[in-house]
T-cell receptor, first 116, second 112 residues
Framework: GESVGLHLPTLSVQEGDNSIINCAYS??????FIWYKQESGKGPQFIID?????DKRQGQRVTVLLNKTVKHLSLQIAATQPGDSAVYFC???????????????FGTGTKLQVIP | DSGVTQTPKHLITATGQRVTLRCSPR?????VYWYQQSLDQGLQFLIQ???????AKGNILERFSAQQFPDLHSELNLSSLELGDSALYFC???????????FGSGTRLTVV
């Protein structure tokens, strides 16, 4: 498959353990945050989102935590599986009131390697 | 299959040439976004269209242009290609002008 990025930070996790992927965002006006998963040779896939009026949201095996004080976002994956191996991107989203366009900025990504 | 269709999947062309990348959004989605992903720069937002109108512009070069047609499909035109334009080009769509995107599988452009 194709390599998404050669210089990405890498997190190696034993199968069955929990994974925590961190992301620092830059804009205090960001009001919507999304985590994407990108497997080799594929486009980014939506995992979970959270709005700025929340600090935690849970999905199936995934939890996103938002700390607006320090502008930090994290993605927790429970019981990590080999199929979780991918690059994970956080995205911050600033909504504009007039005309309603959104400005989405993606982080550089973290590569998750699951060790069987 | 995400529902967002991009063609072609791979494209190899020479410097100075012009190419057109095509995107069909997911059924019911009115917004289309174009992103460039290169090895050293991650996902870079290029441009957004909503229901045929340009809504937002990112780091899109003047050599690049895009449009969204009445049937909502979109085309990204890249001209006077340079070696540095080699990258993955992704299209994404969403229902409105906000919210999570659905990405296509991308077009791999190689400029030689």
């Amino acid at each position: 498959g194709e390599s998404v990025g050669l210089h990405l930070p890498t997190l190696s996790v034993q199968e069955g353990d929990n994974s925590i992927i961190n992301c620092a965002y830059s804009n205090s006006a960001s009001d919507y945050f999304i985590w994407y998963k990108q497997e080799s040779g594929k486009g980014p896939q939506f995992i979970i989102d959270i709005r700025s009026n929340m600090d935690k949201r849970q999905g199936q095996r995934v939890t996103v935590l938002l700390n607006k004080t320090v502008k930090h976002l994290s993605l927790q994956i429970a019981a990590t599986q080999p199929g979780d191996s991918a690059v994970y991107f956080c995205a911050e989203n600033v909504m504009r009131n007039s005309g309603g366009y959104q400005k989405v900025t993606f982080g550089t990504g973290t590569k998750l390697q699951v060790i069987p | 299959d995400s529902g967002v269709t991009q063609t072609p999947k791979h494209l190899i062309t020479a410097t100075g040439q012009r190419v057109t990348l095509r995107c069909s959004p997911r059924s019911g989605d009115l917004s289309v976004y174009w992103y460039q992903q290169s090895l050293d720069q991650g996902l870079q937002f290029l441009i957004q269209y909503y229901n045929g109108e340009e809504r937002a512009k990112g780091n899109i070069l003047e050599r690049f242009s895009a449009q969204q047609f009445p049937d909502l499909h979109s085309e990204l035109n890249l001209s006077s290609l340079e070696l540095g334009d080699s990258a993955l080009y992704f299209c994404a769509s969403s229902v409105g002008v906000s919210g999570g995107y659905t990405f296509g599988s991308g077009t791999r452009l190689t400029v030689v």
